[in-house]
């Protein structure tokens, strides 16, 4: 039985205690939050052992095996580092960081520790997100010639708390992670990637097709008071052109395209799919493939066998991965710098 500690008590942290409701061999043990009333509502509808209103008395707390972090993006590192420390394996909200610099320091840290850490990127952990991966790599659609990414939502910034601010914001932060996760993830399965010992070392933004952006009142960590709202990226990823897409300010049906010399897959909803469409021979072929319980389960259960097994790292998302993916959303971001800064 692993104990888990929840630091944080949020939507997804709602939603994350609902699917440990149906893993055996986990309990929640505990949840904290800044206010002590909000962990006793949060309480109420997952029951629990114990409530803090102190981040450290939790993670001190001797009856925690693991913790989740569900935090705003900047509050992820300071905590994910002091839970190292206090040797509790950590599972944590997308972005892990804000920094490449800080997802290096954590992958030292926790190589240092010997102790277990992984960034929550659940569509990777998701049936149809596997079975899509499975059949690019064995070559069902040939090399990859082209990969597209699109996550665009309507986020009012009057409905949101910390997205439309410059230290922590912004649309690649929060929607363009999951793009920039896929994007590297299945271009590292090209040809000349899969004959490269240093796959996704090779990334440019070749140039930024759309932006729209507004400017907060604060300065972001890099002195940008820039917010991005909806950008459209033109990148060449492990010699693979792929596109990224995220929006707050705009709807798009969310989907990952992965163009081959033999065919086409497309995986519909790709942040947490059950399903994917593949166009081979003027076929198409639909698949359907629904969450085990729910898109949490995935990878709760994963890291779960990766304590399990001993292991430090997970081997689907592991510290590189987390590390590639900070610096294609910082190549990005410089880049939407540099344009703002011409304008």
Same mark, same amino acid.
């Given at each position: ?129 596997? /079975?899509?991966?499975? +059949?690019?790599?064995? !070559?069902?659609? =040939?090399? *990859? &010639? ?105 709807? /798009?049906?969310?989907? +990952?395209?992965?163009? !081959?010399?033999? =065919?086409? *897959? &497309? ?77």
């Amino acid at each position: 039985m692993i104990n888990w500690g929840i630091i944080g008590a949020g939507t997804i942290a709602h939603r994350f205690a609902d699917s440990l409701k149906h893993i055996k061999e986990a309990h929640l043990y505990a949840v904290s939050n800044r206010t002590r009333e909000k962990a006793e509502r949060f309480k109420a509808l997952h029951p629990c052992d114990k409530v803090f209103d102190d981040y450290d008395a939790l993670l001190k707390d001797p009856a925690i095996d693991a913790v989740y972090i569900a935090l705003p993006h900047l509050y992820h590192y300071e905590w994910v580092v002091k839970a190292l420390k206090l040797h509790l394996p950590v599972l944590c909200e997308k972005p892990a960081t804000m920094s490449v610099e800080e997802m290096e320091q954590i992958k030292q840290l926790a190589q240092k520790e010997g102790v277990f850490f992984m960034e929550a990127m659940k569509s990777r952990f998701e049936p149809a997100y596997e /079975e899509a991966k499975r +059949l690019v790599k064995e !070559g069902l659609i =040939g090399d *990859i &010639t082209a990969i597209s990414t699109s996550l665009c939502r309507v986020m009012p910034e009057a409905n949101s708390s910390y997205h439309y601010t410059a230290q922590q914001g912004g649309v690649l932060y929060d929607m363009g992670i999951y793009n920039a996760s896929a994007i590297l993830d299945f271009s590292k399965l090209s040809f000349k990637a899969a004959s490269s010992q240093q796959a996704n070392d090779d990334m440019t933004v070749l140039q930024l097709e759309s932006l729209s952006s507004r400017s907060s009142d604060n300065d972001g960590q890099d002195g940008n008071s820039t917010v991005e709202t909806y950008v459209d990226a033109l990148l060449e990823v492990n010699g693979v052109t792929c596109r990224l897409k995220a929006a707050f300010d705009r709807f /798009e049906p969310a989907c +990952l395209e992965i163009k !081959g010399t033999a =065919g086409k *897959i &497309t995986v519909m909803d790709f942040h947490r799919p059950t399903s994917f469409r593949i166009e081979k021979d003027e076929q198409v072929e639909v698949r359907e493939l629904p969450y085990v319980n729910d898109d949490f389960y995935g990878e709760i259960t994963h890291m779960m066998k990766c304590l399990k097994d001993g292991l430090i790292e997970s081997p689907v998302m592991t510290f590189e991965d987390s590390i590639q993916a900070a610096r294609l959303i910082a190549l990005i971001r410089e880049k939407i710098v540099k344009k703002s800064d011409k304008e």
